[in-house]
């Protein structure tokens, strides 16, 4: 069931812009206490390049180094897509490969591996496949429109989801609907995101940001070292890294250089491009 907000959010409609480069490409602007960051390529139905990473992973790194930024939104611009996922025009011209250290630090988006103490809510303001599911993963809370998807449909792409759904999805939702989602591909709807408890809300479209901020405000009430000291200890983090993921990080790195070397993940990129379907040969 859509759930409608009606507590009215604190926060000023118009902020402060903090300036994370990116060519514009990521928009953060501070409301009060709340980091709202915008990835505003809706052209490109907010895929992921070189400049989103930088400017999501810069905007995180701000809301960690100020007291003044007690909670982060992450949202899309435009009213189709959250995040469709790694731009692969970006991709095919390895401009994702980068060897910025940064970029290594923070994962895909800037943000999948960038663990901040503050707490971070993905607010998904239309369809989030591939990457844009990786995000909401990434994120403590999710509101969602209820026009909203979810999934990780790489396998029908011939890929896999590196940026941590494969191992990260499981631990979130019922374990035998994970695995249906990852190995099939199918996608999830709001609703059903909801049922399975991947997202907190479900709201209609014009909805989200406030009940993004209407839940940012339930917790910037609260103290804010405590909330901070609580999420590390939730999340195991512990100077910016979770442990206990390592090993799954090191499993999707290795797995990952074995699956790109396959005919079958070059002809499933290759059909992509073409528009036709793919032709596997298993090899």
Not at 93 to 104: H, K, S, V
Not at 254 to 263: D, F, H, I, N, P
Request: proline share 4%.
């Amino acid at each position: 069931m859509t759930m409608a907000i009606d507590a009215n959010p604190t926060f000023e409609m118009s902020g402060t812009n903090v300036d994370v480069g990116g060519d514009g490409a990521v928009i953060a602007e501070q409301r009060g206490r709340v980091l709202l960051i915008t990835l505003n390529r809706p052209d490109a139905r907010n895929a992921v390049n070189l400049a989103v990473m930088i400017g999501v992973g810069e905007a995180l790194r701000y809301a960690e180094s100020t007291d003044d930024v007690w909670c982060v939104i992450i949202t899309g611009s435009g009213d189709r897509a959250f995040c469709a996922g790694a731009d692969l025009k970006a991709a095919a011209a390895g401009e994702l490969n980068t060897d910025d250290e940064r970029i290594r630090a923070w994962g895909f988006a800037g943000y999948v591996t960038h663990h901040i103490s503050k707490p971070t809510i993905a607010a998904v303001n239309g369809f989030a496949l591939g990457g844009g599911t990786e995000i909401t993963l990434a994120s403590d809370l999710a509101v969602a429109a209820d026009g909203a998807t979810f999934g990780l449909p790489e396998v029908r792409r011939g890929i896999f989801a590196g940026a941590g759904g494969a191992f990260r999805l499981p631990r979130q939702i019922p374990d035998k609907i994970a695995m249906e989602a990852i190995l099939t591909g199918a996608p999830l709807s709001a609703h059903r995101a909801h049922e399975l408890g991947l997202v907190n809300r479900v709201v209609p479209f014009d909805e989200v940001l406030p009940a993004a901020f209407a839940l940012a405000d339930e917790i910037i009430a609260n103290a804010p070292i405590a909330v901070q000291v609580s999420k590390r200890i939730a999340r195991g983090i512990t100077a910016g890294v979770v442990d206990r993921e390592a090993a799954d990080w090191e499993r999707t790195a290795r797995e990952g250089e074995t699956l790109m070397a396959s005919a079958d993940a070059q002809e499933g990129m290759r059909a992509f491009a073409e528009k036709r379907a793919p032709r596997w040969e298993g090899r």
